[in-house]
């Protein structure tokens, strides 16, 4: 890299291209196609929803008593019951990929089982009478 000497009248031009065009980038990078703008616009209004004296806020979430969620819940307890009984500290995610895991590598070893492989097949073996 070479300094510049004071005067130089092209790299001064090089410098003030650059922070005009940086200036340019930050200003044009700032700003929203209008049509684009409006569809947006026009979405947030059509799902918002006013809380007033007539309609007020929600004192808990939007369906957070359903019974879906009661059920979720409890099902959820019983895993976490589960896991405290089998003495493993994994939470329930982990239980449901190991067992996963388990279950895959079960198939594949019964997979590549000769017997398996002849039943695939449909061929009985030479030695069968």
Do not use: F
Not at 28 to 57: F, K, Q, S, Y
Not at 78 to 86: H, I, W, Y
């Amino acid at each position: 890299m070479q300094l510049q000497e004071p005067g130089d009248k092209k790299a001064d031009r090089y410098v003030a291209h650059s922070r005009l065009s940086v200036i340019e980038n930050v200003s044009e990078g700032l700003t929203v196609h209008e049509p684009t703008a409006r569809i947006l616009r026009a979405h947030r209004m059509r799902n918002r929803t006013l809380w007033d004296e007539t309609n007020p806020a929600p004192k808990v979430l939007p369906g957070s008593d359903t019974e879906a969620t009661k059920e979720g819940i409890k099902a959820l307890k019983e895993l976490q019951a589960q896991a405290a009984k089998s003495g493993t500290k994994a939470s329930p995610q982990d239980l449901l990929r190991a067992s996963q895991k388990a279950s895959t590598w079960k198939r594949a070893l019964v997979g590549a089982l000769p017997l398996q492989a002849l039943r695939a097949s449909n061929k009985q073996p030479e030695d069968h009478r």
